[in-house]
């Protein structure tokens, strides 16, 4: 069984830094491809960023692309996001999830092609 849990997230200024940490326990844990997904009020969930298993891959999307970075700590079972230059609209709370081998890289943006997800955590940008 995979558990997913987020920490790191808060209150950030304009232009600020956060990184979130996305702990993954398991016995299998380094076998899933890691992604990080983010839900503002009134909004769909969006694609944030997606690392493969071996973290050789990652994609992100439009919005943080530049600015986002997704790394992993396969020792310690751990996926990082990198939040640089944040904006008031990347206010959110940020999900982590794990994609099976089985799964398509290329569909990885799709919150469905996930098979485990974790609690959220919560990032507030002020302007």
């Known amino acids: 069984q995979v558990q997913l849990v987020e920490s790191g997230g808060g209150l950030v200024q304009a232009g600020g830094s956060l990184r979130l940490s996305c702990a993954n326990s398991?016995?299998?844990?380094?076998?899933?491809?890691m992604g990080w997904f983010r839900q503002a009020p009134g909004k769909e969930r969006e694609f944030v960023a997606v690392?493969?298993?071996?973290?050789?891959?990652?994609y992100y999307g439009d919005s943080v692309k530049g600015r986002f970075t997704i790394s992993r700590d396969k020792g310690e079972n751990t996926v990082f996001l990198q939040m640089n230059s944040l904006k008031p609209e990347d206010t959110a709370v940020y999900s982590c999830?794990?994609?099976?081998?089985?799964?398509?890289?290329?569909?990885?943006?799709?919150?469905?092609?996930?098979?485990?997800w974790g609690q959220g955590t919560q990032v507030t940008v002020s302007s």
């Open positions: 999830a794990a994609a099976s081998l089985s799964r398509t890289w290329s569909r990885l943006t799709r919150a469905n092609e996930y098979d485990y």
């Open positions: 690392i493969s298993w071996n973290g050789a891959n990652t």
């Open positions: 398991g016995r299998t844990a380094s076998s899933y491809a």
